[in-house]
Structures are given as C-alpha cells and as structure tokens.
C-alpha cells in the first residue's frame, strides 16, 4: 500500500482545512512527521486509519468520537479525504463524523464512500470520474479491509506503528502472529488444501468402513438365507467385521459357495417329484370334468321333459287368446271414426244449449234468415262505435290539456323562486371566495417547509437504521461470546478427552496384545511360546476407532472455536463503524428525534393537503357561480315560454268544451254514453257467435255419421257398439300378444334342446358318481400342491442363495477396489497433517509459515545485528506459549543476546528488553517481515512504514544505525514516515511535515516540500 494524498478539515486539533501531498513529501522515500508534544502529530496517524476503516490507530484503548475537532466552523462539515494506490488499482475514501449543527435537535449521521480512481485520476486531478465502489459506512469499512488484505488491528501492527502499539508484532503470542502472518502471505491455500486432505482421507475411511460393513451385511444374509447353523454365521460375520484386507474373507467366500451348490441339487430332486404329482392331478381332474358333465346331462334332460308337458297343457287357452286379439285389431281399425262421432254429436249438444241461452229461442226453430238478421244489427253497432271513439278522444285530449295548463302554471312559479334563490347565492358565494383566499395565502406559506422536513426525516430514519443495526451487531456479539465461551470450554474438554483416550490406548498396549497371546504359541513381542503371567485387561480396552474419534472431536471443537472468533472480528468491526458512524447515539435518542422530523413533516404534508383543499375549493366556488349566472339565463328565458304557452292552451280548451257539449245529447257524460253502446255491441256479438256455433255443429254431426256408417261395412260388427266392446286396453292387448308369443317360443326352446346330442342320446338309465371322482381329484391336487410347495421353497432357497453369493462378490470386489483407492489418500493426509505416517509431526501449513518465518527473521536478524551492533539476533522457537493448552505452531520468538554473558549466547524473552531495545528489535521485525513480502510478492505489498514511537528513548549512535537502516529502504521505492519531536531527526530528515500549535489551542500544517496542486 502507498500513501497519495491526504485532505481534512475540522479533524482533531485541526479546525480549517489541512493537505499532505504525500508524493511530494516521500519524493526520496523517508520523511519526518514533526511537532510538539500534543500538537497533533498522532492525530494525522488517526485520520488515516479511520479514513481507510471507521476507527483510530489507538484501537479500543482509544475513541472515534474525538475526530471531529472542537475548532472547527459550527456551520461545516467535517471530513477526511484519502487516496491510496494498491497493487489492484489507486482509490479515494471520503469519511465524515457524526456532527451537531447549531439549532437542530438531531445530530447528523457520518457518512463514508469510496471510489476507485483512473491510473492518472491524482496526476490529472480528475478526482470525480472514478467508479463509485461503497456508499455506506459499514459496507466502505467492509471492502477496503478486503482491498488492503489487513484488518484494522493487524493494520496497526505492520503498516501504522501508533504510540503503544508498535512492540505489539514483536510481543504476540504465536498463534496471534500466525494468523497475522497467514493473512499476509495468503497461505490459507496451504490450510485449505490440508483441510481438503483431512476431509479427503476421512471420507476414505468412512468408504472403508462402509464398505467393509457392507461386505459384512452380505455375508451375513447370504449365510442366513442358506441356512448356516447360528454358530457358523456369527463366525463368518466376525470374520468379515475383523478383516483388514479382502484374502481374509477368502475362506468364508469357500464356506457360502459349498452351501449354494447343495441347495442346487436339492432344487433339481424336487422340481422332479413336483413334475410326477402333476400328472396325476391332471389326469384326476379330466375324470371329474367327464362324470360331472354326464351328471348335469341327466339333470337337464328331466327338467326339459317336464316343461314340454306343461306347455301342452295351455294350448286352449292361447287360441282363445289369439281370436280376442283379432278381434280388438279389427275394431282398432275403425276407432278413429267411432272417436269423431261421438266428439260431433257432443259438441252438437254444446252448441244448443249456447244458442238457447243467448236467444231465447229454440235451437230447432232458428233458420239462416235470423243468422243473417243478426249479423246485419252488428255491423250497424260497430259503425256507430267509430263516432263514439272519437269524441272520447277528444274529451282525453281536453282532460290531459287541463293538466298541463295546471302542472305549467306550479313550473312558472318554481322558476320564479329559483331566480330569486339563484340570486341570493351568488351574493354569498362572493363573500366565501374572498375568505377562502385569506386562507390559501396562509396554506402556502406553511407548504412551502415540505422538502426541509422531508429531508430532515429522512436522515433521522436512516439513523434509526443505523442505530439498530448496531444494537443488533452489539446483541450478536453478546451471544457470539457466550458461544465462544462455550465453544473454548469444549475445545479444552475435547483435548482433555483426546489426551486421556491416547493415554489409555497406550496404557492399554500390554492389554490387548495379551489377548492375542495363546498357549504354545510364540510371543510377538519376546518370542517365548510360555506365558505364565499375561497383562489382564481393565474394565474396557480403548479401540483405535475411540482414538480417532477423540481426535476429530477435538480438531473439530478447535474448528468451530476459531470460525466463532473470525464471525466475532467481523461482526465487532462493523459494530465500531457503525459507533462511529452513528455517534453512540441510543435507540431512545434516535426514536426521538425521528418523532420529531415525522412530526414536523406531517404538519407540513398536512399544509400541503390543506392548499390543494382550498384551491379545490376556490375553483369549486367559481364553477357554481358561473354555473348558476347561466341558470339565472336559462330560467329567464323558460318564464317568458311558459306565459305564452299557458296563453294559447287555454283558448284551446275552451273551444274542445263546446264541442263535447253538443256531441252528448240527453248521455250525462261521454263514458256514460261510450258505456250503453259498448253494451248493446256485446249482446248483439254473443247472439251472431251462438247462432255461428250451432250452425257449424249441425253440418260436423251430419258428416261424422255418414262415415262411420261406411267403416263398419268391412268389420265382423253389425253396430257401432259392438265394435266399441271389442276393444282392449293397449296394455291388456300388449299382455296378450307377449303370452301367446313365449308360449309359441318355449315351445320351440324345449324341443330344440331335447334334440341336443348329448341329450338326445339319454335313455334315462345312466347313473353319474360325481362324489367319487370329486374325492380323487382331491386327494390328487392335495400331493400335487404339497410336492410344488417343496420344489418352489428349494428353488428359491436355491436362487437367492446364489444371487446373495453375488452379491457377495460383488461387495468384496468393492470392498477390495475401496481399500485400494483409501491407502493413498489416507497416507497423504496423514504425512499432511501430521499424523501417524508423518516423521516430523509438523502440520503443512505450520511447516510453510515455519519457512516463511524463518526468513522473516532471518531479514530482521540482518537489520537488528547492524542497529545493535551485533548484540542481538532474533531466533525462531518451537516452545508453547507459557500458560498455552494449544499445541505449538512453531511461530514463537526468542532474543539471543550475544554479549550478556561470557560463557556465550544467552536466549531471552523479547519481554525482557528494555524500552529502547524493544523499539529497534520490533522495528527490525517489521522491517524484516516488508522485506520478505516484497521479495516473495506474497497477498500484501508493504510499501509503507509510519512509525509513532520510540526515536526519543534512542541514544545518537543507535539512532543513526536505525535512521540508516532506514534510509537504506528507501532505495526500492518504499516511502518511511516517522512521526516525532527529536530536534536530531529534523536535522537529518529535510522531508517534513510540520505541525504547529496555534494560539487558539488548534494546530496548523506546513510541509518543506510543497505537493502538486490538486483540482
């Protein structure tokens, strides 16, 4: 990482606006920082580190919240502006602090954004064209530790050396420094790849495993369904759950195959005596079938003779029963005619009767002259009913006249009240506009704050968000530690666990190879066939397995302990951007003040509401005045119409009611005439139709006689009535015709199977023993049924034995392929991480950080031997930290103080160097630690030092081996900054940027190498 250019204003010390063009000040690599004692020197390290991540150098011994500077303007915002180049690209971070405004309630919330800029944006000035990467605090502070590679903590330990953090490299325990380390020289591929292994060859195993259980299953079922004595297939289950390769189950493989054959051979004997019983049934079962049919036969032939001799007997009767049915056929044919005559002759006797009440007259006397005499008189009625119809009319067109004139005369006086009214309403409509008017002016006023209290809640509810994604952060954490305490408790008791089962295993070794050890045989161990005092076995001996399960017990609580605390550090580093960012402020404070913006912008909404209300209304006012000038027209214009239509109707009715008058005569009234007539014409209509009616009667009568004299000349029947008895209702008739139809077809039905030939062969004297034959068919299924069970359950005895014996083969095939496959990779993992067939017993990625930090300190040892002037080196320890459960990483430190003691090199803690040796031994580690990453290009470039600390407990001559060690950095391209007030270092270092207290309390910046200008 190399530093660019650095903008603040109202930061720390530093009220106004402040720059440190960095290309211009470490134009020769090495440049001082320098100032009095609480000037602000530190201050600038601060900016830094909480533009790049949201929180000072000083970490949780320091707070954010001083960052924004009590010198600055109340009015202005306060901001750190950084550009930085990476080995992806250059890229600016703007951050702001919470900050209070004078007069406002509500704090304002920080702010950050980062860009990534064009390769020549700061040499152009074209600082705005760059892509826009982050606009939030949290997620800003989230992405640029993603684009360092570092954290903000190991930030401080390896880029920015802050005052009491510098030693914190050199003084970390050994697994602190090999997360560190890991991070920067990315060598998660090394435990990535270890892990794949681990996984690897515990899959591998478990294939084994599951594969030899497999086998076993199947050899146990194989034995099972071959029907094994129980004591032979537990030996070959042992057998197989004891093998260690696939020869072992080679004599059990024997075992099953000898079985299989035997049921073989007994399958064939029984499907032979299976094949013999068959023959005898079928033989058996055609006997039956023969006897049976001749018994059903006889049976049959009984029961057809039987029915012959009861149809013959109900032969009379079927004749009789056919001449009744010819004679309703014949009387069917003239039906219709018997029908229409006496349908005439009825409506005949319906015609006089109507003729004698309607005139009085008999039907017998009444002649076609009356007929025509009485249709005459009614025409003559209906002519007159024309006349009467039209003076009817007119009396209608006179009443409906009248109303009118009345129903006119209520309208002309409506009209006249609403032209009154509409009058009235346009006065008041005058008066309400002019209110309204007052109101709209006052409306406005107040709706014109909308986007002011829009914006001012708007910021209020992003904190509220802000606030309780922090107490959510806060809450997790909380739970995270219970976890982590949790998970730390059961890391110890898994080791615990591990170390007392490895113990036992050991403790155990006599045990179990004691129960190997049989009478006459030799010992493996001394090689004596006497054993006359074998180690005796405890309680339970511990399994290879139990050590393997206690060891991935206790790697995997390590596992989830260290995912626990990498969850924890990310959640608390975007707990502290979120501090920052929101001040501290409390949920409480927050809700309030969002209240408050609600509130206020509510009322302004509600402003809002009221002007387009009242503007509504205005327009509202408007419409109904013009609205009711065009009625006041309209209405105007409707009176003078009416007046001369009511003028010339009643001229009209006068004259229609002279006319009626002169119409009536001596009638009362028109209805009453209309009513006589209508009268008169009824009774006259009703005499035409009965005399019409009896007439037409007559002439229906005469013909339906006539042909029905005429149909019955081709019947059997002499009279009409004769003819009406011979009828039968169709259902009787439907009846008839169906008996004597299955009386003819029975018939037929009987003799035909009497025919038959296996009826027709019958002399009635055969006898059929269908008992008998039943009973041997019986006797002969029961031995063919019982000697086909027997053949079925061998066969499949036989089948499945030699599918299991398959299956067998096939699972030992895989259970051979499995074993072959897992001795690699469990080998590899193993060698990997450091197991059993491992010689060193030192994981990979432990012996790759082992290397690489070896040449770290092999670096750091070549500045320190020249700071110290061959004093000290530094040495890599493989010794657990004092107080450490965990197993040693081999990243542990140790100072060898060649000239402590005559009788040669004494091994120190680095605790025990003093103040300034612990300054240049630590500087000479992060020296070191740069110098191999530039080397090797590892994941981070460490182009630049800021060192804070230490130059004032250095004497002259150790200053000036560190200063040109130093300066010997330089050479390459890295850029040193050290921050101090020794007045040696401003005399050796002409680079400076200076920091000077001002009279107010506040500091000023200047620099001795003036930076570009900046756009």
Same mark, same amino acid.
């Given at each position: 990482?190399k530093?660019?250019?650095?903008a603040?204003?109202?930061?720390?010390p530093?009220?106004?606006?402040?720059?440190?063009?960095?290309?211009?000040?470490?134009v020769?690599?090495?440049?001082?920082?320098e100032?009095p004692?609480g000037?602000?020197? #530190?201050?600038?390290?601060?900016?830094i580190?909480?533009?790049?991540y949201?929180?000072v150098?000083?970490?949780?011994?320091?707070?954010?919240?001083?960052?924004?500077?009590?010198?600055?303007?109340?009015?202005?915002?306060?901001?750190?502006?950084?550009?930085i180049?990476l080995?992806s690209?250059t890229?600016?971070?703007?951050r702001?602090?919470?900050?209070?405004?004078?007069?406002?309630?509500?704090?304002?919330?920080a702010?950050?954004?980062?860009?990534?800029?064009?390769d020549?944006?700061?040499?152009?000035g074209?600082l705005?064209?760059?892509?826009?990467?982050?606009?939030?605090v949290?997620?800003t502070?989230?992405?640029i530790?993603?684009?360092?590679?570092?954290?903000?903590?190991?930030?401080?330990?390896?880029?920015?050396?802050?005052?009491?953090?510098?030693?914190?490299?050199?003084?970390?325990s050994?697994?602190?420094?090999t997360?560190?380390?890991?991070?920067?020289?990315?060598?998660?591929?090394?435990?990535?790849?270890?892990?794949?292994?681990h996984d690897? /060859?515990?899959d591998?195993?478990?294939?084994?495993?599951d594969?030899r259980?497999?086998?076993?299953?199947?050899? #146990?079922?194989?034995?099972?369904?071959?029907?094994?004595?129980?004591?032979?297939?537990q030996?070959?289950?042992?057998?197989?759950?004891?093998?260690?390769?696939p020869?072992?189950?080679?004599?059990?493989?024997?075992?099953?195959?000898?079985?299989?054959?035997?049921?073989?051979?007994?399958?064939?004997r029984?499907?032979?005596e299976?094949?013999?019983?068959?023959?005898h049934?079928?033989?058996a079962?055609?006997?039956?079938?023969?006897v049976? $049919?001749l018994?059903?036969?006889?049976?049959?032939?009984?029961e057809l003779?039987a029915?012959?001799?009861?149809?013959? /007997?109900?032969?009379?009767?079927? %004749?009789?029963?056919?001449?009744t049915?010819r004679?309703?056929?014949?009387?069917?044919?003239?039906?219709p005619?018997?029908t229409?005559?006496?349908?005439?002759?009825?409506?005949?006797?319906?015609?006089?009767?109507?003729?004698?009440?309607a005139t009085?007259i008999d039907?017998?006397?009444?002649?076609?002259?009356?007929?025509?005499?009485?249709?005459?008189?009614?025409?003559?009625?209906?002519?007159?009913?024309?006349?009467i119809?039209?003076?009817?009319?007119?009396?209608?067109?006179?009443?409906?006249?009248?109303?009118?004139?009345?129903?006119?005369?209520?309208?002309?006086?409506?009209?006249r009240?609403?032209? =009154?009214?509409?009058?009235?309403?346009?006065?008041v409509?005058?008066?309400?506009?002019?209110?309204?008017q007052?109101q709209?002016?006052?409306?406005?006023q107040a !709706?014109s704050r909308?986007?002011?209290?829009?914006?001012?809640r708007d910021?209020?509810? $992003?904190?509220?968000?802000?606030?309780? +994604?922090?107490?959510?952060?806060?809450?997790?954490?909380a739970t995270?530690?219970?976890?982590?305490?949790?998970?730390?408790?059961?890391?110890?008791?898994a080791?615990?666990?591990?170390?007392?089962?490895?113990? #036992?295993?050991?403790?155990?070794?006599?045990?179990?190879l004691?129960?190997?050890?049989?009478?006459?045989h030799?010992?493996p161990?001394?090689? #004596?066939?006497?054993?006359?005092?074998? !180690?005796?076995?405890?309680?339970?001996?511990?399994?290879?397995?139990?050590v393997?399960?206690?060891?991935?017990?206790?790697?995997s609580?390590?596992?989830?302990?260290? +995912?626990?605390?990498?969850?924890?550090a990310?959640l608390?580093?975007?707990?502290?951007?979120?501090?920052?960012?929101?001040n501290?402020?409390?949920?409480?404070a927050?809700?309030?003040q969002?209240?408050?913006?609600?509130?206020?912008?509510? =009322?302004?909404?509600?402003?809002?509401?009221?002007?387009? %209300?009242?503007?509504?209304?205005?327009?509202?006012l408007?419409?109904?005045?013009h609205?009711?000038?065009?009625?006041?027209?309209?209405?105007?214009?409707s009176?003078?119409?009416?007046?001369?239509?009511l003028?010339?109707?009643s001229a009209?009715?006068?004259?229609?009611?002279?006319y009626?008058?002169?119409?009536l005569?001596?009638?009362?009234?028109?209805e009453?005439l209309?009513?006589?007539?209508?009268?008169?014409?009824?009774?006259?209509?009703e005499?035409?139709?009965?005399?019409?009616?009896?007439?037409?009667?007559?002439?229906?009568a005469?013909r339906?006689t006539?042909a029905?004299?005429? /149909?019955?000349?081709g019947?059997?029947?002499t009279?009409?009535?004769?003819?009406?008895?011979?009828?039968?209702p169709?259902?009787?008739?439907? +009846?008839?015709q $169906?008996?004597?139809a299955?009386?003819h077809?029975?018939?037929?039905?009987?003799?035909?199977?009497?025919?038959?030939?296996?009826?027709?062969?019958?002399?009635?004297?055969?006898?059929?023993?269908v008992t008998a034959?039943?009973?041997?068919?019986?006797?002969?299924?029961?031995a063919a049924?019982?000697?086909?069970?027997?053949?079925?359950r061998?066969?499949?005895?036989?089948?499945q034995?030699?599918a299991?014996?398959?299956?067998?083969?096939?699972r030992?095939?895989?259970?051979?392929?499995?074993?072959?496959?897992?001795?690699s990779?469990?080998?590899?993992?193993?060698?990997?991480?450091?197991?059993?067939?491992?010689?060193?017993?030192?994981?990979?990625?432990?012996?790759?950080?082992?290397?690489?930090?070896e040449r770290v300190?092999?670096?750091?040892?070549e500045?320190?031997?020249?700071?110290?002037?061959?004093?000290?080196s530094?040495?890599?320890?493989?010794?657990?930290?004092?107080?450490?459960?965990?197993?040693?990483t081999?990243?542990?430190?140790?100072?060898?103080?060649?000239?402590?003691?005559?009788?040669g090199?004494?091994?120190?803690?680095?605790?025990?160097l003093?103040?300034g040796?612990?300054?240049?031994?630590?500087?000479?580690l992060?020296?070191?630690?740069?110098d191999?990453v530039?080397? =090797?290009?590892?994941?981070?470039?460490?182009?630049?030092?800021?060192?804070?600390?230490?130059?004032?407990?250095?004497?002259?001559?150790?200053?000036?081996?560190?200063?040109?060690?130093?300066t010997?950095l330089?050479?390459?391209?890295?850029?040193?900054?050290?921050?101090?007030?020794?007045?040696?270092?401003?005399?050796?270092?002409?680079?400076?940027?200076?920091?000077?207290?001002?009279?107010?309390?506040?500091s000023?910046?200047?620099?001795?190498s003036p930076?570009? $200008?900046?756009?």
């Amino acid at each position: 990482m190399k530093l660019r250019y650095l903008a603040m204003r109202g930061i720390g010390p530093f009220g106004g606006e402040c720059t440190i063009d960095f290309d211009a000040v470490s134009v020769n690599g090495l440049f001082l920082l320098e100032g009095p004692t609480g000037s602000g020197k #530190s201050t600038i390290i601060d900016a830094i580190t909480w533009a790049l991540y949201g929180t000072v150098a000083g970490g949780s011994e320091s707070t954010a919240d001083r960052m924004r500077s009590s010198h600055a303007d109340p009015e202005a915002e306060s901001y750190v502006d950084l550009w930085i180049t990476l080995s992806s690209g250059t890229y600016r971070v703007r951050r702001t602090p919470q900050w209070q405004r004078e007069g406002r309630k509500s704090a304002i919330a920080a702010t950050a954004k980062l860009w990534k800029l064009p390769d020549d944006a700061i040499e152009s000035g074209c600082l705005e064209a760059g892509e826009v990467l982050c606009t939030k605090v949290a997620d800003t502070t989230i992405e640029i530790g993603s684009l360092i590679g570092l954290q903000a903590d190991q930030f401080v330990q390896t880029i920015v050396l802050p005052q009491g953090k510098f030693a914190q490299f050199l003084k970390l325990s050994s697994d602190d420094r090999t997360d560190l380390l890991e991070r920067i020289f990315d060598t998660s591929l090394y435990r990535r790849f270890s892990e794949t292994l681990h996984d690897l /060859a515990s899959d591998a195993r478990r294939s084994v495993d599951d594969s030899r259980l497999a086998l076993t299953t199947a050899l #146990s079922t194989a034995a099972t369904i071959a029907e094994l004595p129980h004591e032979v297939i537990q030996v070959i289950e042992d057998t197989a759950r004891n093998a260690t390769s696939p020869s072992d189950i080679a004599p059990v493989i024997k075992q099953l195959t000898d079985a299989v054959t035997t049921h073989g051979r007994e399958s064939e004997r029984a499907d032979a005596e299976a094949e013999h019983h068959e023959k005898h049934r079928i033989a058996a079962h055609e006997h039956l079938a023969a006897v049976t $049919a001749l018994h059903h036969a006889i049976e049959r032939r009984a029961e057809l003779i039987a029915q012959q001799t009861e149809l013959n /007997a109900r032969t009379h009767a079927i %004749e009789e029963a056919e001449r009744t049915l010819r004679n309703h056929g014949a009387a069917a044919r003239i039906q219709p005619f018997l029908t229409a005559a006496e349908h005439a002759e009825h409506e005949l006797t319906r015609a006089e009767q109507f003729a004698r009440e309607a005139t009085g007259i008999d039907p017998h006397d009444i002649s076609d002259t009356d007929a025509r005499a009485a249709h005459a008189r009614a025409d003559e009625l209906l002519r007159e009913s024309g006349a009467i119809n039209e003076l009817v009319q007119r009396a209608a067109e006179l009443d409906i006249a009248q109303a009118a004139q009345c129903a006119d005369q209520d309208e002309l006086q409506r009209i006249r009240n609403e032209l =009154e009214a509409a009058k009235a309403a346009i006065d008041v409509a005058s008066r309400s506009h002019e209110a309204v008017q007052e109101q709209l002016a006052l409306a406005e006023q107040a !709706a014109s704050r909308i986007q002011q209290t829009q914006s001012a809640r708007d910021t209020a509810e $992003a904190l509220v968000t802000r606030v309780a +994604e922090r107490e959510d952060l806060h809450s997790r954490i909380a739970t995270l530690d219970e976890s982590i305490a949790r998970a730390i408790a059961d890391a110890q008791h898994a080791e615990e666990h591990r170390h007392r089962v490895a113990s #036992s295993w050991f403790a155990s070794a006599a045990a179990r190879l004691a129960t190997e050890l049989r009478s006459g045989h030799a010992c493996p161990v001394c090689g #004596s066939t006497i054993h006359p005092a074998p !180690a005796q076995p405890g309680e339970s001996l511990t399994t290879q397995e139990q050590v393997t399960a206690a060891e991935e017990a206790a790697t995997s609580a390590r596992r989830h302990l260290d +995912e626990l605390q990498r969850t924890r550090a990310e959640l608390s580093g975007r707990e502290s951007a979120l501090l920052a960012e929101t001040n501290s402020i409390t949920m409480e404070a927050a809700n309030e003040q969002l209240a408050a913006a609600e509130k206020t912008c509510q =009322e302004a909404q509600a402003a809002t509401l009221t002007v387009s %209300e009242l503007r509504a209304t205005l327009q509202r006012l408007d419409d109904e005045s013009h609205k009711r000038m065009r009625a006041i027209d309209s209405l105007t214009t409707s009176e003078t119409q009416l007046c001369a239509a009511l003028d010339h109707r009643s001229a009209t009715i006068s004259e229609g009611q002279a006319y009626i008058a002169r119409r009536l005569g001596k009638a009362t009234s028109v209805e009453a005439l209309q009513e006589s007539h209508a009268a008169a014409l009824a009774e006259q209509q009703e005499r035409v139709t009965a005399i019409d009616s009896l007439i037409t009667a007559q002439q229906a009568a005469q013909r339906a006689t006539a042909a029905l004299r005429h /149909a019955l000349g081709g019947t059997p029947f002499t009279a009409a009535q004769e003819a009406h008895d011979a009828l039968l209702p169709e259902t009787r008739a439907a +009846e008839l015709q $169906a008996s004597i139809a299955d009386h003819h077809t029975a018939l037929h039905d009987v003799a035909r199977e009497l025919a038959q030939p296996d009826i027709a062969a019958l002399s009635g004297d055969e006898i059929a023993d269908v008992t008998a034959a039943q009973e041997a068919e019986d006797a002969a299924l029961a031995a063919a049924q019982a000697a086909a069970t027997a053949a079925i359950r061998a066969r499949q005895r036989a089948t499945q034995s030699r599918a299991a014996l398959e299956q067998c083969h096939k699972r030992l095939g895989e259970f051979a392929a499995t074993y072959q496959q897992a001795a690699s990779a469990i080998r590899l993992s193993e060698l990997v991480n450091a197991g059993a067939a491992s010689l060193t017993h030192i994981p990979l990625t432990t012996y790759v950080l082992q290397k690489r930090f070896e040449r770290v300190v092999a670096r750091a040892n070549e500045h320190l031997e020249r700071i110290s002037l061959g004093r000290y080196s530094l040495k890599r320890t493989d010794e657990k930290e004092k107080g450490s459960r965990k197993a040693r990483t081999g990243l542990g430190l140790v100072v060898v103080d060649h000239l402590g003691n005559k009788s040669g090199d004494t091994e120190r803690s680095t605790r025990t160097l003093s103040g300034g040796e612990s300054f240049y031994t630590a500087l000479s580690l992060a020296l070191g630690l740069a110098d191999v990453v530039r080397s =090797e290009n590892g994941g981070i470039a460490l182009d630049t030092l800021i060192i804070d600390e230490g130059f004032g407990s250095l004497d002259d001559t150790t200053l000036d081996q560190v200063l040109s060690v130093l300066t010997g950095l330089t050479v390459h391209g890295r850029t040193v900054a050290i921050v101090s007030h020794v007045e040696e270092l401003k005399k050796m270092i002409p680079e400076r940027v200076i920091v000077t207290p001002q009279a107010d309390g506040s500091s000023a910046l200047s620099t001795t190498s003036p930076g570009r $200008a900046l756009i």
